[in-house]
Each structure stands twice: as C-alpha cells, then as structure tokens.
Nanobody, 135 residues
Framework: QVQLVESGGGLVQPGGSLRLSCAAS????????LAWFRQAPGKEREGVSC???????????YYTGSVKGRFTISRDSAKNTVYLQMNSLKPEDTAVYYC?????????????????????????WGQGTQVTVSS
C-alpha cells in the first residue's frame, strides 16, 4: 500500500523549532519529487518547500519566500523519510502541514517552483500534521 505518514507537529512558542517527519511505505522516496505544503484555517493550501528526486540534500531545494532561511527540507534514503526542519517559528506558520510525493518531470530541479505552486500535481499525499505557534 502506497502511503505517506507525517509526524512531529505540535504546539510551540514563537521563536521555537519543530522537525516534521514523513515516512513513506509502498514506494521509494528517492524516485520522486518531494514537497511540504501547508494550509491555515480559511486560507488556500500553500507550497512550503519542494525537493527534486536528484537532490542529495545539497541545498538545491525550493522554498516559498516566507520560510526561506528558516525551514530546511531533507531526505533520509535509508529511512525512506523526508523531513522539514522548522526554526524561528512565527504565529503565521500555524497550519496543517502535508507532505507529498510526485513524479519527476524531464527537468525536476528547474520545475520546482511549478511543483510548489500546484501546477505540477502530486500523486501521493499524507494525512497532515497540525503545527501551532503560539505563546
């Protein structure tokens, strides 16, 4: 069964950190473009970060502007898991966070902004994990 399961969400104070995990089963993450999206109450889903299947955690991922420099996406191939390290959290980061995996285009690295904007669809989604940033 193809499945993504997120974990690691919770309540954190402003300025704090969280690391979200997304474990895959039934398929190998190395073969897919990976992403984290989030959706806050009353807002549309937003692409937070997207990572090419050819990225070996060398810093070539795409980040939306509001999280650049604070969030880091990474993949552990041995554990078949993708992570989102979130530092310097702000109340506006409060949302349900979803991981996703999608087929690679012919040039996945160049297309990462389109993945994160929703123009290139993702075939597999996790169930989401709540992140609340509040004092």
């Amino acid at each position: 069964q193809v499945q993504l399961v997120e974990s690691g969400g919770g309540l954190v104070q402003p300025g704090g950190s969280l690391r979200l995990s997304c474990a895959a089963s039934g398929f190998t993450l190395d073969n897919y473009v990976l992403a984290w999206f989030r959706q806050a109450p009353g807002k549309e889903r937003e692409g937070v970060s997207c990572m090419s299947n050819t990225d070996d955690n060398a810093g070539g991922a795409y980040y939306t502007g509001s999280v650049k420099g604070r969030f880091t996406i990474s993949r552990d191939s041995a554990k078949n898991t993708v992570y989102l390290q979130m530092n310097s959290l702000k109340p506006e980061d409060t949302a349900v966070y979803y991981c996703a995996a999608g087929r690679a285009t012919n040039n996945p690295t160049a297309d990462l902004p389109y993945y994160c904007s929703g123009y290139v669809p993702f075939r597999t989604w996790g169930q989401g994990t709540q992140v609340t940033v509040s004092s």
